[in-house]
C-alpha cells in the first residue's frame, strides 16, 4: 500500500497508510533527533512526509491526533504525565438564541425561588485550548490541559514558555489554580502559517488547533516559537476565597497580572443580549478569535446553590454566535452499526469548510430523519427527504456536531436517489428490528445479532477503552480492532491477557519493545478503576457518565451494586405484568389501582359480567378500561391478565432500583435486563477476575445526612425541591423519587400526598422544611 498512489486510495486505506506514517515519522523523528542514529536519508524522511501531507490534503476528516504535520522533531519526554484535577474543569451548557438566554436566567430564578433576576457576569468565549495554572505560595509549580475535566495532562514547561503567564506572583492565597484559555492572535496565526508555507510545510486550519497542537509539543522548546498567549476566566483549588462575587474575583486575577477578555455585569437576560449584541459587533476587530459569550451568575454563594449537573455547572453557559453554513453536496449514506446495534446513517459530503474545519460527514440519526419526518411525527427541512446527489445546506456552530439544515430542491437532479433502509444489518447480516424506546429521538433501527455482531463486539470493546470510560492510553479503535481480528481480544477480560502476546505483537508493524511495554504499562494501570468509570464502560444502554456516577455514590462499592442488581433480577416484573404497562389508556396510576384491587375482581363465571360492565375500581377511566378491553379480547379476558400481572409485579428490590433519583425506570430496566443475561455475568466474572473496581468515597462524611435516603414531596417555599435534592445529594444523602422501608426520611412540605401515606405505612420519620433546614446547614 505504501506505493500505491494518493488518489487511488480507498477511506480504509488512507487511515492504515496513516496510522503507518505516523509511527514510521515519529521512529525516525526520535532516532534522529533524540538518538543522532538515522536510519534513512532526508530525501526518503521527505517523502514519507510529503506523502503523509497529500493523504491528509485528500482525506481532511482522517487526520490523526497524532498526525506528523501537528509536531516538529521528535519528543524529548516519552509523554506527558497525568494530572488529576483537584476541582473537575466541566464543559459548559451551551445557548444559540435569545430565547436560550431567557430560559437559563428563568431557570436560575425557578431552581433558587428568587424574586428576582440574580446578577450576571458576560465576557466573550476565547475559542482556545483550557489550561488550568497552579501557584503555591506564589510560584508557578504545574500547569495542565484540561483533558476529561477529571484529569489532564502535564503541560507545565510548555506553559512556562507562554509571557502572558507570571512564574510568580504577589498577594495571592498560598493555593491558587488559575483558569483559562491558550489560544493565538489571528494576524499572529497568518504569519506563522504563512512562513510554514514558504517552507513547504503543513499548514494549520485554525488558530485553535494550532494553539492546541503548540500547547501539547513534548519539547518545550518548539512550544516557545509558537506565538502563544493565555486569558484568564476562573479558578479551581482556592485555599481560600478570591472574593464574594465572579466579578470581583476576576479582577482580583487580573491585580495579580493575569490577562483577562473582558467581563461587564447585567442585572437582567435583557441586559445580558445587549452586551451579547456589543460583543458580536465588535466581533470582527478583535484580535483573537470568539465563538460566542459566556454568562454566569455573578453570586458566589449562589453559585454553590446551584451547583452542577452531569457535567457543567447549573450557573453557567454560553452563547454561542449563530452558526455558520455552507452548500455542498450529499454524495453517499452510509451504516455505521454501533455497540447497542443501532443503525446510525452517516451522510457522505462532498468536502466543505464550515464553522472553522473540513466537514466531510454528518450524522442523519434515522431512517425518519432521512425521509423528512421529526421524533415528534411532524415534518423537519419543510417535509423534504433527502437523497444521494443532493445540494444541501450543512452548517455547524462552535463544537456542536454538523448538521444538514435544508435541501436546495431548486437543485435536485434527475439522478437523485432515494435511500432505501437496510432490513439486514450490514455487517453480520442479521435481522434488522425497528423499536420506539422512550428518550430515543424515533424509531431506531436495531441488529438483533447481539455480540455475535463484530461491530457491536468491536464498538462496545472501543468504548470500554475509550477516554471517558477505563481510559487505557494506547488503546484505540484501531487497535481494538486490530486485535479483534487477531482473535486476541473478543471480549473486555482479554484486554488485561495481552501480556500473553507481547512476543507476538513486537513482531508487528509499528509497534516495538518500548511500545509494547508502555501499552501493557497503561493497561496495568487501569487494574483498579473507579466505581463509576468502571460501570460506565461496561456499556449497559442508557448508563451515562452521570447515571453510573449516581449508582456509585448510591452503592458506593461494587460488591454493594453486584448484590443489589441480583437482588433485582429476581423481583424483576414478568411478562403478564409487561404486557399490561403497554397497555394504551392505562397509566401508572391506573396500573397500581389494578393491581391493588386484582385479589378481589371476579373472574370470567362471576357476577361482575352479568351486565356486561366492568369492575369499579377507584382511579380507572371507562377509557382505561376500554383501552384493556381492546387488548386483551374481552372483559373477561382483560380481568385474567390484571390478575396474573398482580402475581408477577416488580418486588421492592427492583422498584428501589427505579426509584433512585437519577436512574429512573428506563435505566433500571437496562441495568436488570444486563445482569439478568447469563453470557454478561459470566463475562464480567471472567473481567473481575483481573480488575478490581475501587470503593466510591462518600461525600461530606461528617454532615449529618450523610448515608440516609431521603424523599423530598410537596411544594417547598424556602428553597424548591430541586435544590434541596442537590443540597442532600451533596451533603453524601442518597435522594429516592418515592418512599418505601428502605427510606430514612420524608422532607414534606404543603401538599405532600401519597407519598406522607407512604411515610406513614412504612413508619418513616417525616420533617418540614424549617427542620430540613436546620439540618443541612
Known amino acids: 500500500m505504501s506505493d500505491k498512489a494518493v488518489d487511488k486510495l480507498t477511506p480504509k486505506q488512507a487511515a492504515a497508510e496513516l496510522e503507518r506514517l505516523a509511527s514510521d515519522i515519529a521512529r525516525h523523528d526520535k532516532l534522529y533527533h533524540g538518538k543522532d542514529a538515522p536510519l534513512i536519508s532526508d530525501a526518503e524522511y521527505d517523502k514519507l512526509r510529503v506523502r503523509n501531507a497529500a493523504i491528509e490534503a485528500r482525506f481532511p476528516d482522517l487526520v490523526r491526533e497524532d498526525s506528523p504535520a501537528l509536531s516538529v522533531g521528535s519528543a524529548p519526554a516519552e509523554k506527558f504525565g497525568k494530572v488529576r484535577h483537584a476541582v473537575p474543569m466541566l464543559s459548559l451548557d451551551n445557548a444559540f438564541d435569545p430565547a436560550d438566554a431567557h430560559a437559563f436566567v428563568a431557570k436560575v430564578q425557578r431552581f433558587l425561588n428568587l424574586d428576582g433576576s440574580p446578577v450576571i457576569t458576560a465576557e466573550p468565549k476565547i475559542d482556545g485550548l483550557s489550561a488550568s495554572l497552579r501557584y503555591e505560595n506564589g510560584k508557578f509549580v504545574q500547569g495542565a490541559t484540561r483533558g476529561d475535566g477529571r484529569e489532564g495532562e502535564d503541560v507545565t514547561a510548555n506553559l512556562r514558555t507562554i509571557a502572558d503567564i507570571p512564574h510568580v506572583i504577589k498577594g495571592a492565597p498560598a493555593v491558587l489554580e488559575v483558569r483559562g484559555e491558550v489560544y493565538m492572535e489571528k494576524a499572529a496565526f497568518a504569519k506563522m502559517n504563512a512562513a510554514l508555507e514558504k517552507d513547504g510545510k503543513q499548514t494549520y486550519v485554525n488558530p485553535r488547533n494550532s494553539a492546541a497542537g503548540a500547547l501539547r509539543q513534548l519539547d518545550a522548546k518548539i512550544t516557545a516559537t509558537r506565538p502563544l498567549r493565555f486569558f484568564a476566566h476562573g479558578w479551581g483549588e482556592l485555599s481560600e476565597p478570591l472574593a464574594e462575587t465572579q466579578f470581583d474575583s476576576v479582577q482580583r486575577l487580573a491585580d495579580l497580572g493575569f490577562p483577562l477578555a473582558g467581563i461587564k455585569r447585567a442585572q437582567n437576560a435583557e441586559e445580558l443580549l445587549a452586551i451579547y449584541e456589543s460583543i458580536l459587533a465588535g466581533r470582527e476587530k478583535l484580535a483573537y478569535e470568539i465563538d460566542g459569550v459566556v454568562y454566569k451568575v455573578d453570586s458566589l454563594s449562589l453559585q454553590q446553590r446551584l451547583g452542577f449537573v452531569s457535567r457543567s455547572p447549573r450557573w453557567a453557559i454560553a452563547h454561542k454566535f449563530a452558526a455558520e453554513q455552507q452548500t455542498t453536496i450529499l454524495e453517499g449514506i452510509d451504516i455505521q452499526v454501533g455497540r447497542t446495534g443501532a443503525l446510525t446513517p452517516v451522510g457522505r459530503l462532498k468536502p466543505v469548510f464550515v464553522g472553522g474545519v473540513t466537514v466531510t460527514n454528518v450524522t442523519l440519526h434515522n431512517s425518519d430523519y432521512i425521509r423528512g419526518v421529526g421524533a415528534d411525527g411532524g415534518p423537519i427541512r419543510g417535509g423534504k427527504d433527502l437523497r444521494i446527489g443532493d445540494t444541501v445546506i450543512v452548517q455547524r456552530a462552535g463544537d456542536v456536531i454538523p448538521q444538514i439544515v435544508d435541501v436546495l430542491l431548486e437543485k435536485r437532479t434527475k439522478g437523485a436517489r432515494k435511500y432505501q433502509f437496510p432490513e439486514r444489518c450490514p455487517v453480520c447480516d442479521s435481522h434488522v428490528a425497528r423499536e420506539l424506546e422512550p428518550g430515543e429521538e424515533g424509531v431506531i433501527a436495531r441488529c438483533t445479532g447481539g455480540l455475535n455482531c463484530p461491530a457491536q463486539a468491536v464498538e462496545r470493546l472501543i468504548h470500554f477503552v475509550a477516554r471517558r470510560a477505563m481510559d487505557i492510553e494506547g488503546l484505540g479503535s484501531k487497535q481494538i480492532e486490530e486485535f479483534y481480528e487477531l482473535g486476541w481480544v473478543k471480549e473486555p477480560a482479554d484486554i488485561f491477557k495481552l501480556a500473553d502476546h507481547r512476543n507476538e505483537l513486537m513482531t508487528r508493524d509499528g509497534y516495538g519493545e518500548k511500545s509494547v511495554a508502555n501499552l501493557l504499562a497503561s493497561i496495568d494501570a487501569r487494574r483498579e478503576p473507579e466505581f463509576s468509570r468502571f460501570l460506565y464502560a461496561l456499556g449497559i444502554r442508557d448508563i451515562g457518565e452521570t447515571t453510573a456516577g449516581v449508582i456509585a455514590r448510591r452503592f458506593e462499592s ?84 390484571i390478575k396474573a400481572a398482580a402475581k408477577q409485579a416488580p418486588g421492592d428490590d427492583y422498584l428501589e432500583l427505579a426509584r433512585i433519583d437519577g436512574v429512573g425506570p428506563v435505566a433500571a430496566d437496562h441495568l436488570v435486563d444486563f445482569f439478568a443475561e447469563k453470557h454478561n455475568v459470566d463475562a464480567l466474572k471472567r473481567l473481575l477476575k483481573n480488575v478490581t473496581p475501587k470503593d466510591q468515597p462518600r461525600a461530606a462524611t461528617s454532615s449529618k445526612v450523610s448515608g440516609l435516603t431521603i424523599v423530598f414531596t410537596g411544594t417547598l417555599e424556602k428553597t424548591t425541591r430541586d435544590e434541596a435534592k442537590a443540597r442532600a445529594i451533596s451533603l453524601g444523602a442518597k435522594v429516592s423519587g418515592s418512599v418505601s422501608k428502605k427510606t430514612d426520611l420524608v422532607v414534606a412540605g404543603p401538599g405532600a400526598g401519597s407519598k406522607l401515606a407512604e411515610a406513614e405505612k412504612h413508619g418513616v420519620k417525616v420533617i418540614d422544611e424549617d427542620a430540613w433546614i436546620a439540618l443541612s446547614t
Open 558 to 641: 461494587w460488591a454493594a451494586f453486584v448484590d443489589a442488581m441480583q437482588a433485582a433480577v429476581k423481583a424483576k416484573p414478568g411478562e403478564a405484568y409487561e404486557a399490561l404497562e403497554r397497555v394504551n389508556g392505562v397509566g401508572d396510576g391506573a396500573r397500581a389501582a389494578l393491581i391493588a384491587a386484582a385479589p378481589e375482581l371476579k373472574g370470567p363465571a362471576g357476577d361482575l359480567f352479568a351486565s356486561g360492565e366492568a369492575p369499579k375500581v377507584k382511579g380507572v377511566t371507562a377509557k382505561a378500561w376500554q383501552g384493556l378491553t381492546d387488548a386483551f379480547g374481552s372483559l373477561a379476558e382483560a380481568v385474567a391478565a
